[in-house]
């Protein structure tokens, strides 16, 4: 199947699935899913960074706290999959917990990663890189909002490459092609059924609000979490629709995936955020450091300025004229002197 977009006359009639999903390098087999995840997240920091030390932030204190929020991001993601998708690893006949067969709620290789649980994990992993570092927390995640926004937009390429959440049946021109032997290919539909591309609405979607991001950024008012919000707002919005036409398997509760419900949950948090933080502070973030914090890079260069004491005195002493035939007022140490 060719990855060159498919043409009718001119015009696009389909999309393709890439034919290849990962490169086998020697013994290791690299999906690209993952390096579609592992560029996000590089973008997200690039962006952050930026962001961070225009506030006036020490420069590449953002690694550090990803040092606590990406595991914790990637550990909440799986989590947050696995218990939403119990029928997966749960129950009869399924391995749950042995980690070398095939199946298991450990293994993360095998795919199955969600988003909002990579937000709640990540959230409580900036959280303490946050007190760790000194950085205010909404700081830090009005920063990372539009770089969370794109790593999320490359994610979802890494969604076509692995063939997988793509939407329902569609005879639009540019509708998906899905193999008939992909296991989530619904029975009893014919060979070329074309399905609606999810990953690239999303894709879209996510892109477009990065520059909305990026715009209101510049903007005063959109400080202490406020552009966060909006970043919430934004995304779940999106996800609510693309949620809503996706087959692949889900919990479903009280009639909307639990996907769905996830989405309105974040619409909630992030009106609530716009709400309280536009009240609680309406004014302008100081610094965006906390109270009695700074730059560490700045402070190391004058921090013995503080104390008198440690300084030393290395000027040369004053000279004193000395009068012609006066004696003097001290004699060179004896050999004895010198040596005990």
């Not at 009718?8 to 990962?22: E, M, Q, R, T």
């Not at 329902?168 to 540019?174: A, C, G, R, V, Y």
Request: aromatic fraction near 12%.
């Amino acid at each position: 199947m060719s990855l060159a977009l498919h043409t009718v006359n001119g015009v696009l009639a389909s999309i393709p699935s890439p034919p290849v999903s990962y490169i086998d390098l020697g013994p290791i087999r690299v999906h690209f899913y993952a390096l579609c995840i592992i560029a996000g997240i590089i973008a997200a920091a690039l962006i952050t960074n930026r962001r961070l030390t225009k506030r006036g932030a020490e420069p590449w204190v953002v690694i550090d706290i990803s040092i606590l929020a990406v595991p914790l991001a990637i550990i909440g993601a799986r989590i947050f999959h696995v218990l939403t998708h119990p029928n997966f690893y749960f129950g009869e006949g399924k391995n749950t917990w042995n980690p070398f067969e095939f199946g298991s709620v450990w293994a993360i290789w095998e795919g199955g990663i969600a988003i909002f649980g990579a937000l709640i994990g990540g959230a409580v992993g900036a959280y303490l890189g946050c007190k760790w570092t000194g950085i205010r927390f909404w700081t830090f995640a009005d920063a990372l909002a539009p770089g969370l926004l794109l790593a999320q937009a490359m994610g979802r390429v890494g969604n076509w490459f692995n063939h997988e959440l793509f939407g329902l049946p569609t005879d639009l021109p540019w509708g998906l092609e899905i193999e008939s032997s992909n296991s989530a290919f619904p029975p009893g539909l014919p060979e070329g059924t074309l399905f609606h591309p999810t990953f690239l609405y999303e894709v879209l979607w996510n892109g477009l609000g990065v520059l909305v991001l990026l715009w209101l950024g510049r903007k005063l008012f959109f400080q202490w979490g406020r552009l966060f919000a909006i970043y919430l707002i934004w995304y779940s919005a999106g996800r609510v629709v693309w949620e809503s036409i996706r087959i692949d398997p889900s919990e479903i509760i009280l009639g909307l995936r639990s996907n769905v419900w996830a989405a309105i949950i974040g619409i909630i948090v992030g009106l609530a955020i716009l709400v309280v933080q536009t009240r609680r502070h309406p004014g302008l973030e100081p610094s965006p450091y906390q109270p009695g914090r700074g730059r560490k890079d700045v402070d190391a260069d004058v921090e013995s300025q503080d104390n008198p004491s440690d300084f030393v005195d290395v000027s040369e002493p004053p000279s004193e004229e000395v009068t012609a035939g006066a004696s003097a007022t001290s004699t060179a140490p004896s050999d004895t002197e010198g040596s005990r």
